[in-house]
Structure formats: C-alpha cells, structure tokens
C-alpha cells in the first residue's frame, strides 16, 4: 500500500499536466469535428520536433538557474549553414549536418563560458547572442531564403504506415535521453545541486563552471537539432525562422514545472507542456479564432495548467 501511494504521488505532477492536455482535446473535438482525427493528430506529431528539441536543452539550462534567449537565433543559423551547404557547396546532409550542429553548439558554448567565467547574467548574454546569431543568419543567406527540396524534407515527412517522422521519433529519442541524463546521471544531479544552491555545491568541492558550460553548449546542440527538424518540415532554410519560438520554449518548461529560479525540473514534464502548447496552437487555428484571442487564450491555459501542476506538486509532497 505504501509503494502505491509512493508511485502515485510521483505520478501526481504528470497526471495534472495529462489532465491539461486532455481536456484540451475534449474542448477542440466539440467545437470543430475535424479535430479528433488522425491527419490532426499527424499534424501535431510532425510539428512539434523544432520546440522539442529546444525544450529538452532549456529545461537543463533553466534548472542550473540560467536562462537562454538566443535558441531561435541559434536554430536559424544552424539552418542557414545547413542549406548554404547543401545548395551552395553541393555537401550531403551527412556532411553539412555535424557543421551546422557544431556552429549552434560553439554559439551555446560561448553562452556559457561568458555567463559563467565573467559572472554576467545569462539574460544578459544570450539577448547578446541572439542578436549576433539572427545577424550571422542573414548575413550567411544574404537575407533569403534557400530551398533545399526533397535532399532533406524526408526527414521532417511521416514515414509509410508510421504516421510519424523521423524527425518526431528522433525528438522522442532526445527527450528520453535527457531525462535519463538528469535523473539517473551525477551531472544531472549536480544539475539540480547548481540550480538549489551553487554556493553550497562550491564548497563541496564540486567545479560546476566546466559543467554549467556544457550545460549551454547542450542548448546549443540541441539548437542545431531543431534546426534541421524545422528546416526539413519546410524544406528551406530561411533567415526569419523561429523568431520568438525562445517564448514558446520557456513557456512549455514552466507549464512543465521546471523552475525560473532554477533547481527543479523535468525533460518529460516539458515535452507534455510542448503538446499542449502544439494542441491549444493547432485547435485555435481549426476553430478559426483570431492572433489577438489566440494570444489571450493562451495565456490563460499557460497560467491554469501552471496552477494544476502547482496543486499536483503540493499534493505529492504531502
């Protein structure tokens, strides 16, 4: 009875966001009967690799208590680099792909190494950073956009009797690993130690810096990533992509949990506020509402979801 009440309460805080998403679909197929179906539920699968993999990086980046405001900026370049490769050079996707990761991962990395080693708000530097990125971007693709065509939309296309892409299963893959790396991993414990109380983890003896600084080398890669999910989906590379997802990612981590001060958070949790971000975007859009009750409405299941998962977390820890 006692391990029954343990797992339960561990299920507890997933259980409130579940209810969140469920009720979304409810609220959807009543009021547009196109909703509740497969190409709907297709749609969303393949929609949602780009914030997926931005999530999984700013969930680790958020519970060291950092923040980052230049993964949209990163993206973009990552895809930038990625189609002048393949366009301009002729490069394989094999080969442009470790290029283009590489670059959004140095742009993480000197997130890092700047917030960390010169002890600047990382607010501060990654607002630096996405300027400098989204600059790059432009520059890099002479401010148009390149079409890359079928060389790299399979990527992003449902697969044949699978119903979902590579680019999905391979986000699934990611969110899977980063959990395991945060809670079954002694970096991702220290992670969390950071995030609690950098002073006391210092005085332990730990050197977090090397570690914090990986941690935003991770965004970066996980920028990359998302790069070449959302330019797969579109088949281009375009200099204006991603502006303001960095929002919809911190969004989907809070809606998940995962602390702005930094020590608590949970990958899965996150990818759960991705879906309902997608669902609520994706519904609102069927049903015809307009962008400026589209922004109102989804600020309001931001802050009842928030609420829900506040509740649940309460409860567990009672």
């Excluded at 809670?183 to 983890?201: P, S």
């Excluded at 809070?254 to 991705?274: K, P, Q, W």
Aim: aromatic share 6%; with cysteine.
């Amino acid at each position: 009875m006692n391990r029954l009440q343990g797992f339960l309460k561990q299920l507890a805080p997933h259980l409130g966001l579940v209810a969140v998403l469920l009720v979304l679909v409810a609220i959807f197929s009543t009021l547009s009967k196109n909703f509740f179906q497969m190409s709907t539920v297709i749609s969303i699968a393949n929609q949602v690799p780009d914030l997926t993999f931005l999530v999984v990086g700013m969930t680790l980046v958020l519970i060291i208590g950092g923040i980052d405001l230049s993964v949209g900026s990163l993206l973009a370049v990552s895809s930038a680099v990625l189609g002048v490769l393949m366009v301009n050079y002729e490069w394989s996707i094999w080969a442009a792909l470790p290029i283009a990761v590489l670059v959004a991962s140095i742009g993480g990395g000197l997130n890092g190494a700047i917030s960390i080693g010169f002890g600047i708000p990382s607010f501060i530097v990654t607002l630096g950073m996405l300027e400098i990125a989204r600059g790059a971007t432009k520059v890099v693709t002479d401010s148009k956009a390149i079409y890359i065509g079928s060389r790299i939309e399979w990527f992003g296309q449902p697969l044949p009797g699978a119903f979902v892409s590579p680019a999905f299963m391979f986000a699934i893959a990611t969110v899977v690993l980063g959990q395991l790396f945060l809670t079954r991993t002694v970096w991702g414990r220290y992670c969390i130690a950071i995030g609690t109380n950098a002073e006391a983890v210092r005085m332990s003896g730990i050197r977090s810096a090397p570690l914090c600084i990986a941690i935003f080398a991770i965004s970066g890669m996980m920028c990359g990533l998302a790069g070449l999910a959302q330019t797969s989906r579109l088949s281009t590379a375009d200099p204006n992509a991603a502006i303001g997802i960095e929002l919809a990612a911190i969004a989907a981590c809070v809606i998940g949990g995962t602390s702005l001060m930094g020590g608590r958070g949970n990958v899965i949790r996150s990818f759960i506020g991705v879906l309902i971000i997608q669902v609520l975007q994706t519904g609102l859009a069927q049903v015809g509402v307009s962008d400026a009750s589209k922004q109102i409405i989804t600020g309001v299941v931001i802050v009842v979801a928030v609420l829900i998962d506040a509740l649940g977390t309460r409860w567990s820890r009672s």
